[in-house]
């Protein structure tokens, strides 16, 4: 059974840092990408970033770029979300998904066949 445990959320400060991680077993896949997604109260589920297992490309979202990094230990498991220079805006539940088909858009989270439970992060101004 294929499982993600995205955990590293909290409670921060603006300007502050946090790094969520996402931990997959089960996984049998020879290449897949595992993204990152977050949603606000009253918004949609957007995508933040994600990170290809087969070549270990990266991706992110325009209002993420230069903040948060990506990364893996050995561009598999398990992924890591390096989030700086947090605003009040990054506030949301964050999740981890993986794509195994590799046949659409990073940023649309109907690609993604494998969620894992949200983790919370917050930030005060």
């Known amino acids: 059974e294929v499982q993600l445990q995205a955990s590293g959320g909290g409670l921060v400060q603006a300007g502050g840092s946090l790094r969520l991680s996402c931990a997959a077993s089960?996984?049998?896949?020879?290449?897949?990408?595992i993204g990152w997604f977050r949603q606000a109260p009253g918004k949609e589920r957007e995508g933040v970033s994600c990170?290809?297992?087969?070549?270990?490309?990266?991706y992110y979202a325009d209002s993420v770029k230069g903040r948060f990094t990506i990364s893996s230990d050995n561009a598999k498991n398990p992924v890591y979300l390096q989030m700086n220079s947090l605003k009040p805006e990054d506030t949301a539940v964050y999740y981890c998904?993986?794509?195994?088909?590799?046949?659409?858009?990073?940023?649309?989270?109907?690609?993604?066949?494998?969620w894992g439970q949200g983790t919370l992060v917050t930030v005060s101004s």
């Open positions: 998904a993986a794509d195994i088909d590799l046949s659409g858009s990073w940023t649309s989270a109907y690609e993604y066949d494998y």
């Open positions: 990170i290809s297992s087969s070549d270990g490309s990266t």
């Open positions: 089960g996984f049998t896949f020879d290449d897949y990408a």
